[in-house]
């Protein structure tokens, strides 16, 4: 008997048909655009890592924390409106309103810190000024504690602060405007 034939073996790689060049193309593009869009990401990250926008807290409203340095101390004469932690708990004490301004001690607990403003109602800044001044209650006439400001053509001035050297200690507000030739006082001096 005669063994029956079988087919010759064939082998496997000679019947896989070569891709066409059309396929190995658009394979390439895909690795080309990831290989971009990859890229893109990662300098973005390092972008952000490096060049970290800066927050709007400052040195001088940020919480202080380990790292950060301490905040400047608040001093006689400084300008409240460069004090953001000043601002941030300020207080109208007291105020007196006569016919022509408004007269008020403002204060910041967390800066321990006084400072007076005159605001004018009468709509008369052109031309005139407003003078203010902010002394301790015990001593009044002592101008080396006393803080001052004279302002021409404005309808609002304040004064630098002034810091208090206890906690009980009074600190009172004085204001003028002029009118022409005219001077107008506060009413009454405003205190804490």
Known sequence: MVPPRT???????????????G????????????VVVISN?????????VVRPTTTDTAANAPESAGAPPAEPVRNGMNPNQLPRCLDDVQTVDSATNEAFTVKVNFSEHCNAAWGKVERIDGRGLGNTIGIRIYPAAAPADSTTAQRT?????????????VRTDPTERLCVEGTVT???????AARPVCL
Do not use: N, Y
């Not at 990401?41 to 890592?49: D, G, S, W």
């Not at 009118?179 to 006082?185: E, V």
């Open 41 to 49: 990401i990662i300098t973005c990250l390092v972008t952000i890592a």
């Open 179 to 185: 009118d022409g030739a005219r001077t107008i006082p």
């Open 7 to 21: 087919a010759p073996e064939v082998d496997d790689a000679q019947d896989q048909k070569p891709e066409p060049k």
């Open 150 to 162: 004279s302002e021409r053509d404005a309808t609002a001035a304040f004064t630098p602060i002034l």
């Open 23 to 34: 396929t190995r193309r658009v394979w390439w593009w895909v690795v080309a655009v990831l």
